[in-house]
């Protein structure tokens, strides 16, 4: 079974401008969750689809959203870039989203996309 | 506030030896942890998962003991080999979503 793939690998843009990032989960899983990695901050959550709808957030600004489609394959777009969004972009997949009492699923990472803003 | 964290940013270990990565957190409401090991331009690989029910869980060669009373998370690597060499994270859930707390990893280095 294909891993969880994320299209480009790599991207360069200035400030300012906006950015779409894509992101193919694992065949059957159904959430997809987007998390943003930099050398200062780490790795941190910003958001999690689940059947084409957001079901949690993190403490990021407006600027950043996503969208999941009905083949659960997301997208994340990021609007009026900055130079402190150079960041690897990572999605993760996993069956379900856990919620509604529902057991925690195993995460699955894709490489990443690696946005560098000048 | 809520956090994950690791003791040790870097470790390095000879080839062969046994391997103690370690994570603190500080949600007693977290449910399931993670190990991810990630390698230079790859995405976090799933190691070995625990939940809060459990105390020890093992695969191959690894084994993640968890230490709820004092919040305490390791990871043990029997064996180490060259390609275990990467930057393992350490992750918290809590509530059953899938919104992953990590801590700020610990890069090993095995030593040939």
């Known amino acids: 079974k294909a891993g969880v793939t994320q299209t480009p690998r790599y991207l360069i843009k200035t400030r300012g401008q906006q950015v779409t990032l894509s992101c193919s989960p694992i065949?059957?899983?159904?959430?997809v969750s987007w998390y943003q990695q930099t050398p200062g901050q780490g790795l941190q959550f910003l958001f999690e689809?689940?059947?084409?709808?957001?079901?949690n957030k993190g403490n990021f600004p407006g600027r950043f959203s996503g969208r999941q489609f009905s083949n659960s394959r997301s997208e994340m777009n990021v609007s009026t870039l900055e130079l402190g969004d150079s960041a690897l972009y990572l999605c993760?997949?996993?069956?379900?989203?856990?919620?509604?009492?529902?057991?925690?699923?195993?995460?699955?990472f894709g490489p990443g996309t690696r946005l560098l803003v000048l | 506030g809520e956090s994950v964290g690791l003791h040790l940013p870097t470790l390095s270990v000879q080839e062969g030896d046994n391997s103690i990565i370690n994570c603190a957190y500080s949600?007693?409401?977290?449910?399931?942890f993670i190990w991810y090991k990630q390698e230079s331009g790859k995405g976090p690989q799933f190691i070995i998962d625990?939940?809060?029910?459990?105390d020890k869980r093992q695969g191959q060669r690894v084994t993640v003991l968890l230490n709820k009373t004092v919040k305490h998370l390791s990871l043990q690597i029997a064996a180490t080999q060259p390609g275990d060499s990467a930057v393992y994270f350490c992750?918290?859930?809590?509530?059953?979503?899938?919104?992953?707390?990590f801590g700020t990893g610990t890069r090993l280095t095995v030593i040939p």
């Open positions: 993760a997949s996993s069956i379900s989203s856990g919620l509604a009492g529902g057991v925690q699923e195993t995460q699955y």
């Open positions: 065949s059957g899983h159904r959430s």
């Open positions: 949600n007693s409401a977290s449910d399931y």
């Open positions: 992750a918290e859930n809590k509530g059953g979503a899938n919104n992953l707390f």
């Open positions: 689809y689940f059947s084409e709808t957001q079901r």
């Open positions: 625990i939940r809060s029910n459990m």
